[in-house]
């Protein structure tokens, strides 16, 4: 039974008393320090010296210390590292400062349901994962709103780890919008999932496979771009502010009919045969097995991949087609 949690369910007095260390000042790091500072909770951040990050939590008021002197400061750790490195920074600065009473606190639950950190048994294990980045939670904040989050307890050491995760959930505004209950391995499967069947790796190849077949069709690139790529932002906002019945109801009908009557010519069977590969390929520990390796050994194939995307003509035309859109620039 789905579970959602909102303000009356969170007590933020819990965290009265406690020191929040945030290890990471990235966009989710920031967004996240800055609503919990201004929710009246006491925090340390942890950013390196000497990188843009580290000069940007100065600004903002903090007086950014090592994550190992965090560890030592906070009685509830916050890891929002990038996944890939998360493990290093635990082995070295964290674990060495955790004790009991102590609690660890995530946002995605990537290096936790594959093993990589192994807490021990005398802290609490939480994590609160803002559907939205840092950015959008500390600006919904700021304007008395918040961003749904999801809430997951994978060790509870204290009797009142999912009270303190929601404390904190309250505290970064997430429970005026709604928290919802999940398990750390449905968080970071579906995660996983979702980027690379749909969010990154299904569309970014579908809008290649449109632009390569209009161009190889004789088009040009310019407005083959334009159909397939700069119009996309469009059709993803209708659909996430009015779902996907309602996106159809607000494009033209022969837009609406080629959707329906072509969009399973293009998502096969045989299209959901290898999405079912993919998720069995994260349940089973293939995928993160390989990127933990990939990284171990230099990420040659990730540099690789990574230039020969960045290499494709889409790329070259959409770089000179957005020097015509100044709106768009920040």
């Given at each position: 039974?789905?579970?959602?949690?909102?303000?009356?369910?969170?007590?933020?007095?819990?965290?009265?008393?406690?020191?929040?260390?945030?290890i990471?000042?990235?966009?989710?790091?920031?967004?996240?320090?800055?609503?919990?500072?201004?929710?009246?909770?006491?925090?340390?951040?942890?950013?390196?010296?000497?990188?843009?990050?580290?000069?940007?939590?100065?600004?903002?008021?903090?007086?950014?210390?090592?994550a190992?002197?965090?560890?030592?400061?906070?009685?509830?750790?916050?890891?929002?590292?990038?996944?890939?490195?998360?493990?290093?920074?635990?082995?070295?600065?964290?674990?060495?400062?955790?004790?009991?009473?102590?609690a660890?606190?995530?946002?995605?639950?990537?290096?936790?349901?594959?093993?990589?950190?192994?807490?021990?048994?005398?802290?609490?294990?939480?994590?609160?994962?803002?559907k939205?980045?840092?950015?959008l939670?500390?600006?919904?904040?700021?304007?008395?709103?918040?961003?749904p989050?999801?809430?997951?307890?994978?060790?509870?050491?204290?009797?009142?780890?999912?009270?303190?995760?929601?404390?904190?959930?309250?505290?970064?505004?997430?429970?005026?919008?709604?928290?919802?209950?999940?398990?750390?391995?449905?968080?970071?499967?579906?995660?996983?999932?979702?980027?690379?069947?749909?969010?990154?790796?299904?569309?970014?190849?579908?809008?290649?496979?449109?632009?390569?077949?209009?161009?190889?069709?004789?088009?040009?690139?310019?407005?083959?771009?334009?159909?397939?790529?700069?119009?996309?932002?469009?059709?993803?906002?209708?659909?996430?502010?009015?779902?996907?019945?309602?996106?159809?109801?607000?494009?033209?009908?022969?837009?609406?009919?080629?959707?329906?009557?072509?969009?399973?010519?293009?998502?096969?069977?045989?299209?959901?045969?290898?999405?079912?590969?993919?998720l069995?390929?994260?349940?089973?520990?293939?995928?993160?097995?390989?990127?933990?390796?990939?990284?171990?050994?230099?990420?040659?194939?990730?540099?690789?991949?990574?230039?020969?995307?960045?290499?494709?003509?889409?790329?070259?035309?959409?770089?000179?087609?957005?020097?015509?859109?100044?709106?768009?620039?920040?």
């Amino acid at each position: 039974m789905l579970k959602i949690y909102y303000d009356q369910d969170a007590d933020l007095n819990l965290l009265k008393g406690k020191t929040i260390a945030i290890i990471g000042y990235g966009i989710q790091g920031r967004g996240q320090a800055l609503c919990l500072r201004d929710s009246g909770c006491s925090v340390v951040v942890s950013e390196m010296e000497g990188t843009p990050n580290y000069e940007l939590a100065k600004k903002d008021g903090f007086s950014p210390v090592s994550a190992a002197e965090a560890a030592k400061a906070g009685d509830i750790i916050q890891i929002l590292t990038q996944d890939h490195v998360q493990a290093k920074v635990y082995k070295e600065s964290i674990k060495p400062n955790l004790k009991k009473g102590k609690a660890l606190c995530f946002s995605h639950g990537f290096n936790i349901r594959f093993k990589q950190i192994k807490p021990p048994k005398n802290v609490d294990v939480f994590m609160i994962a803002p559907k939205g980045p840092g950015a959008l939670v500390r600006r919904m904040y700021e304007e008395s709103k918040g961003v749904p989050c999801l809430v997951a307890v994978f060790q509870d050491a204290s009797g009142q780890a999912k009270q303190l995760a929601l404390a904190y959930g309250k505290a970064i505004g997430g429970t005026r919008a709604g928290i919802i209950e999940t398990t750390f391995d449905e968080e970071t499967e579906t995660d996983l999932f979702g980027e690379q069947a749909v969010l990154c790796g299904g569309v970014t190849e579908l809008i290649k496979a449109g632009f390569d077949t209009l161009v190889e069709a004789g088009y040009q690139p310019e407005i083959a771009y334009f159909e397939v790529l700069h119009e996309l932002k469009l059709i993803t906002d209708l659909i996430q502010e009015f779902g996907i019945s309602g996106m159809r109801r607000r494009v033209s009908n022969t837009a609406c009919y080629g959707d329906l009557s072509r969009g399973p010519k293009i998502i096969t069977e045989k299209t959901r045969k290898v999405m079912k590969k993919l998720l069995k390929d994260i349940k089973s520990g293939k995928f993160a097995r390989e990127w933990i390796k990939e990284n171990e050994t230099g990420r040659t194939n990730f540099d690789s991949l990574l230039k020969a995307g960045d290499d494709h003509q889409i790329e070259k035309v959409g770089q000179q087609l957005r020097q015509m859109m100044p709106w768009m620039r920040k």
